[in-house]
Structures are given as structure tokens and as C-alpha cells.
């Protein structure tokens, strides 16, 4: 029998996803991926076989168009007895979906959440180990913003419930923290053969995985805080606080995704991640310290005070508990980030005439 696992990774063509898909290929597991389309699994296939040139054995595709749909796993399942681990990114992560807010985030949270792990209880009995991309949106107290007594950990919970909510915001909090509770709740009354662990990202910034997707006018919802600033005009001179939040490196997430398989001290626990308070200013401060030339493209707004805002009114947090149960010694620095993200956008636009 073979000794190399095989990963099942929904939402594969997913920003977080990408890098999670590149991180377990580079480690020597197959990856069975669920996408929406064909065209999305060819596209895949194509540039990860640039770095791995057997990849037609190690990274194959499943179709579900929609992970609301009850049985939407039931059959990749069955066709992957090889399968161990389960890794579950898909949620809906992008705002201006126009539906509905219990149908555009919600539903494909929770019952997504759910379909899954009914999908491995029933079809995969063989997986031992469930991680879902939770969020830093299901540990978060929006009350306690700027509060220094309060402090966010892997112990905390926001207290969001679906008849709070007002906007989308509050939609994908509510839908993130739900689906989350969901899962836990499922292995007390269920008992399945596997664990579940979580992986609680606040804003996850940073470079693609590749560049094509670069090509989009906008990338998804936290990435596109970066490229959006490249396009400011070069007499810019505001300041814009907002949006601010607590943020991490891509790289950090797709890693904790495959610790959490392999170390099994990390089952069953909320591992959040997190390098940096920011706001808008202060990636656009970082992008013209790491980048000089950037000046001749877009303007400076107005640095001073930025930084000390994002720290201030901002929410106060805490990871050291995932810090030392992984080992990582510290977290990619948002200096980092803003770095290797601004400088793959700007070869791409040089690449590519933009
Ligand atoms: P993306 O939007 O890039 O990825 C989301 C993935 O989920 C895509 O592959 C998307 O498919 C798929 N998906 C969404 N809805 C459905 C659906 N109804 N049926 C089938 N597939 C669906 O976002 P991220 O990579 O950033 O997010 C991945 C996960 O990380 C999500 O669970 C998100 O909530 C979580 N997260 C993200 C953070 C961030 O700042 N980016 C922060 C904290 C958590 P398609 O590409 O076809 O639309």
C-alpha cells in the first residue's frame, strides 16, 4: 500500500486554498480538490504542472457546483476511497453578491459545514482528521473594539446570532461563527471517526499563488485591499483608516491548514493566526517603505498617525497559545506581505502592460 497520503480540499480555487494545495504538493501529498467548473480545474492543473511535472497523479478534480446542495460531497467521497484528511475552505467570501443575505452567506456556510461532514460520516469512514476555515469573524466582540481589557483568543467567541444581523458584514460574521459552531457541535452528538480543527484567520492579505489570477479586475475580498491601493492616483493625499482590522500572511494560513494534519496535538483545537493590526494608511505607509518606486506611481495619502490608529481602535489581540502548540515562531511580518504582494503586482502590470 502506498505511503502517500491523499488530502480532499474543497473550494480549491480559492485564494487560501491555491497556497493550502501548493504547501501539501510540496510536502509530497495527493490532493483530491473540489472546484465549480472544469475550466477552473484545467486552469489549476496548468500551473501547478510548471512546478511538478507528474501532477496528473498527484492533484485530480471533483465538480460541485454548489455546496449548499445536500449531497454535494457524497460522490467525490465515494470515488476517493484513498482519501484521509479532509480540508474544508469553501464559504462565500466575496460582498456584493446580490441575494439575499441568509442565501449568499449563511446557507453555503452552515450547510456546506454540514453536508461535508455527513459526506465523510456516511461515505468516508476512513478520515481521521477534519480542518475547516473558520475565522477570526467567529472569535471576534465588535463591542470591544478599541477595549485594551479585552483581549481575543482561540477562547473566544462572538456572541453574533443570525437575528443580529443588519448588513453583509454581519452576514459572513454570523455565517462564519455559526458554521464553526456547527462543526463542533457535530462531533459531540455525532461521535464521527474524525476530529475537527479549525483555522481562524482574521484578513489573510498577501501574494497569489499564481499571477493569473491577477489578470481580474478585483481579487477577492482581502487581497484586493492591496492591489486596490496600486490604483490610487499619484496626487493622492487622504487618509483612509477604514478598512482597519487585524491581518496575516496567506502563507502562515495554508501552512497551519497542514500542521493541523500532521501534528496531533493541534486536533480539535482553534488555531488563530495573526501578524499585524492595519488599516488602509498603513499598508499604503508599508508599501511606499518596502517598495521606493512606487512614488512615482500613486501618492502617500497622509502617513502620519496611521500606525498608532490601527493599534489603538482596533481589537486586542492575543495568539501565543497557537504559536506555541505549532512550534512557529513568530508570524510573517506585514512588512513582508505588503513587500512580496505590491512587487508581484507591479511585475505582473510591467509583464503585462497594464
Ligand atoms: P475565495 O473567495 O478566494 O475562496 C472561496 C472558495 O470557496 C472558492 O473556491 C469558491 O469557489 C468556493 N465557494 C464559495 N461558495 C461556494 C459554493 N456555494 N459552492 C461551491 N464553492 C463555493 O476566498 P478565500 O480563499 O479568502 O477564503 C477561503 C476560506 O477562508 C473561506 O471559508 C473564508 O470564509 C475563509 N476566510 C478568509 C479570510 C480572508 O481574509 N480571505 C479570513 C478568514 C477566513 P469559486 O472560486 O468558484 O467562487
Known sequence: MSST????????????????TGVLLSKGYNVVGTVRSQSKADNIIKNFKKEYPDIDSRLVFEIVPDISEPTAFDSALQAHPEIQFVLHTASP???????????????????????????????????????????????????????????????????ITWA??????????????????????????????????????????????????????????????????LDLPRDYSSQSLDPRGVCVDVRDVALLHVL?????????????PASAHFNLQVLLNLAHEQIPELSNLIGKGIPEGAEHSANVDNLYYDTSKTLNATGISQWIPLETTVKDSVTQILNYRKEHNI
Open 5 to 20: 497520503k491523499t488530502v480532499f480540499l474543497t473550494g480549491a480555487s480559492g485564494f487560501i486554498a491555491l497556497h493550502i
Open 93 to 159: 467570501f466575496s460582498f456584493g453578491l446580490d441575494q439575499p443575505l441568509d442565501q449568499a452567506y449563511l446557507i453555503p456556510a452552515t450547510q456546506g459545514t454540514k453536508n461535508v461532514l455527513t459526506a465523510i460520516q456516511r461515505f468516508a469512514p476512513q478520515v481521521t482528521k477534519v480542518v475547516i476555515t473558520s475565522s477570526f469573524a467567529a472569535m471576534i466582540n465588535g463591542d470591544k473594539s478599541g477595549d485594551s481589557s479585552f483581549v481575543h483568543t482561540e477562547d473566544t467567541w462572538n456572541p
Open 164 to 229: 443580529d444581523v443588519q448588513n453583509e458584514g454581519d452576514a459572513y460574521f454570523a455565517s462564519k461563527t455559526l458554521a464553526e459552531k456547527l462543526a463542533r457541535e457535530f462531533v459531540i452528538t455525532e461521535t464521527p471517526n474524525f476530529t475537527v480543527t479549525s483555522v481562524n484567520p482574521p484578513y489573510v492579505l498577501g501574494p497569489q499563488r499564481f499571477t493569473d489570477t491577477l489578470a481580474n479586475k478585483t481579487l477577492n475580498t482581502s487581497a484586493e485591499y492591496i492591489n486596490g491601493l
Open 260 to 272: 493541523a494534519l500532521e501534528n496531533d496535538k493541534l486536533q480539535g483545537l482553534r488555531l488563530f
